[in-house]
Nanobody, 119 residues
Framework: VQLQASGGGFVQAGDSLRLSCAAS????????MAWFRQAPGKERQFVAA???YYTNSVKGRFTISTDNAKNTVYLQMNSLKPEDTAVYYC??????????????????WGQGTLVTVSS
């Protein structure tokens, strides 16, 4: 199984980015997909999952979506802020798990893509 994340970069506050995560080696529709992030010196934090759940700090700015035909999950990030700076990870958990915001609930992880937002 491989989750390949991409799309990170260096942007200015207020800009947008779209992250992508292409999955291979698994039955994509059997898994819920999510994004987490980890800022320097901080624990990994839930960002978005299941097309519907978001951490409060990104609600209204970020949108998670999936393309089952491409086995890909996206994270559209708008109105970026310096506090969004982090390494972003995609993750997959088995569909019978309800713990969408718990890292330990996820079986597979991507390698991370760095997002840096400058003020």
């Amino acid at each position: 199984v491989q989750l390949q994340a991409s799309g990170g970069g260096f942007v200015q506050a207020g800009d947008s980015l779209r992250l992508s995560c292409a999955a291979s080696g698994l039955t994509f529709t059997a898994y819920h997909m999510a994004w987490f992030r980890q800022a320097p010196g901080k624990e990994r934090q839930f960002v978005a999952a299941d097309g519907a759940y978001y951490t409060n700090s990104v609600k209204g700015r970020f949108t998670i979506s999936t393309d089952n035909a491409k086995n890909t999950v996206y994270l559209q990030m708008n109105s970026l802020k310096p506090e969004d700076t982090a390494v972003y990870y995609c993750a997959a958990r088995w569909r019978n798990s309800a713990y969408y915001n718990v890292p330990d609930a996820y079986t597979y992880w991507g390698q991370g893509t760095l997002v840096t937002v400058s003020s």
